[in-house]
């Protein structure tokens, strides 16, 4: 089994770009989400869902849009990228929604720069 | 609501001597805690988890954490410090049931010396 995937590992953009990161996963986890790590800052969850179909804001969402239409993807779009959108992007995944006490899987990242 | 501060956020030791990082933590109820470690370039790995059974957790290479409510700490300790412990490591509270969203602390960089 792959666990949880991301695709790009590496982008870069210029200020105004759009792009979408692609997160998926083969553990049949109903849980997914995005987190930003900044330096200093820990990781902050942009978006997540708690199954196909159902999405809601995390932490720091502005600027990020998800959809989630099958169990195993969760992309991540851009619509005008910012340098302040600079980071390195993780997915993760988990069981369930509801337990929250159960281990997340983090895929291995994708580092991003905007210009 | 719940917040986590780690208190360090760098921590330098020698090969073959403890680690301690230190982890205090706010919420308004039963928390379940994490302690999750990342490598450089790469994702998160779980080290342990504490969720309202022993307040003694034994985690993997050899890592522990004791929960102690009356401080609201969750201290990660190691009796020998190796190379490659070497890492960042975050300090992770949530709910201890229901949909709920994960808060991290800051990180902790350990720094490993010959």
């Known amino acids: 089994n792959a666990g949880v995937t991301q695709t790009p590992k590496f982008q870069v953009l210029k200020t105004g770009q759009s792009m979408t990161l692609q997160c998926a996963q083969d553990m049949n986890h109903e849980y997914m989400s995005w987190y930003r790590q900044d330096p200093g800052m820990g990781l902050r969850l942009i978006h997540y869902?708690?199954?196909?179909?159902?999405?809601d804001q995390g932490e720091v969402p502005n600027g990020y849009n998800v959809s989630r239409s099958t169990t195993e993807d969760f992309p991540l779009r851009l619509l005008s990228a910012a340098p302040s959108q600079t980071s390195v992007y993780f997915c993760a995944t988990r069981t369930s929604g509801y337990e929250s006490y159960n281990e997340q899987f983090f895929g291995p990242g994708t580092r991003l720069t905007v210009l | 609501a719940q917040s986590v501060t780690q208190l360090d956020s760098h921590v330098s030791v020698s090969e073959g001597t403890p680690v301690l990082l230190r982890c205090n933590y706010s919420s308004s109820y039963s928390p379940s805690l994490f302690w999750y470690v990342q490598h450089p370039n790469k994702g998160l790995q779980l080290l342990l988890k504490?969720?309202?059974?022993?307040?003694l957790v034994k985690g993997i290479n050899g890592f522990e954490a004791e929960f102690k409510k009356s401080e609201t700490s969750f201290h990660l300790t190691k009796p020998s410090a190796h190379m490659s412990d070497a890492a960042e490591y975050f300090c992770v509270v949530s709910p201890n049931s229901g949909y709920s969203t994960l808060t991290f602390g800051k990180g902790t960089m350990l720094l490993v010396s010959p």
């Open positions: 504490y969720t309202s059974a022993a307040t």
């Open positions: 869902s708690v199954g196909a179909g159902i999405t």
